[in-house]
């Protein structure tokens, strides 16, 4: 009683979804069956890192970043920003669970479930590495380890990688976006203790072009003992 509902061809953010099909006009897309782990997902419960703040940031960090810094490209929007291939900033994926242990019979697990937010634009965006190590304590301690182009002895084991390009030219929108890694976690005696504390890792690649801005927002992760598909 008494609002004014809004008109469908001019409220907000539906206007742009209109043009590109969908919503309003044109085709939907075909429904999406979730099932399995990846239904699990929805109720598990996600630890979660920000990095908008560049003081909550900074307990997180894991050695020297090179090039990456939490500022504002544009007005009360912040982010962790590199813009030259090669910057890069790894960060302890803290958490007050413990990692959950292998399920019995599983011939892998558990499984991390990372999702991260970035930013996706029309122009100036660079792509970049991401990766989940599993490190030994002891990497995860002070300013150790200083990552170079290769992690420390104690952070070899990968848990997760993927490429993640931020520019998206065939719309004019510039959008936050998430990305999803996802990998088994091997047990201690596979691997020399690694698993004590997990460490994000993302580098900015060079891909030969004259804009490599890299934004990201957060991360997002929990353990499933079954692979998400």
């Known amino acids: 009683l008494g609002h004014q509902p809004l008109?469908?061809?001019?409220?907000?953010?539906?206007?742009?979804?209109?043009?590109?099909?969908?919503?309003?006009?044109?085709?939907?897309?075909?429904?999406?069956v979730v099932g399995g782990g990846l239904a699990r997902m929805y109720e598990a419960r996600f630890e979660r890192l920000s990095m908008t703040e560049a003081?909550?940031?900074?307990g997180f960090l894991v050695g020297p970043s090179r090039g990456f810094t939490v500022f504002e490209d544009v007005p009360k929007k912040p982010g962790l920003i590199a813009t030259s291939p090669g910057d890069s900033v790894s960060l302890q994926l803290k958490s007050n669970k413990k990692i959950p242990p292998r399920k019995k019979g599983a011939e892998a697990g558990p499984y991390l479930v990372l999702v991260l937010g970035y930013l996706t634009s029309y122009e100036k965006m660079g792509a970049f590495q991401v990766q989940v190590l599993a490190c030994v304590e002891s990497e995860c301690v002070g300013d150790s380890p200083r990552f170079g182009s290769q992690p420390p002895q104690g952070c070899q084991v990968v848990v997760a990688q993927t490429r993640v390009d931020g520019l998206n030219p065939r719309?004019?929108?510039?959008?936050?976006?998430?990305?999803?890694?996802?990998?088994?976690?091997?047990?201690?005696?596979?691997?020399h203790g690694a698993g004590e504390c997990l460490v994000l890792s993302v580098s900015v690649l060079d891909e030969g072009r004259g804009s490599n801005k890299?934004?990201?927002?957060?991360?997002?992760?929990?353990?499933?003992?079954?692979?998400p598909h």
């Not at 003081?55 to 900074?58: D, E, S, W």
């Open 7 to 32: 008109d469908p061809a001019t409220a907000p953010g539906v206007s742009q979804a209109s043009k590109a099909g969908g919503l309003f006009g044109g085709e939907l897309p075909p429904p999406i």
């Open 55 to 58: 003081g909550t940031l900074k």
């Open 214 to 227: 890299a934004k990201l927002y957060d991360a997002s992760w929990t353990w499933s003992d079954e692979a």
């Open 171 to 191: 719309d004019h929108v510039s959008v936050y976006t998430t990305s999803i890694l996802s990998g088994p976690l091997a047990a201690k005696s596979d691997h």
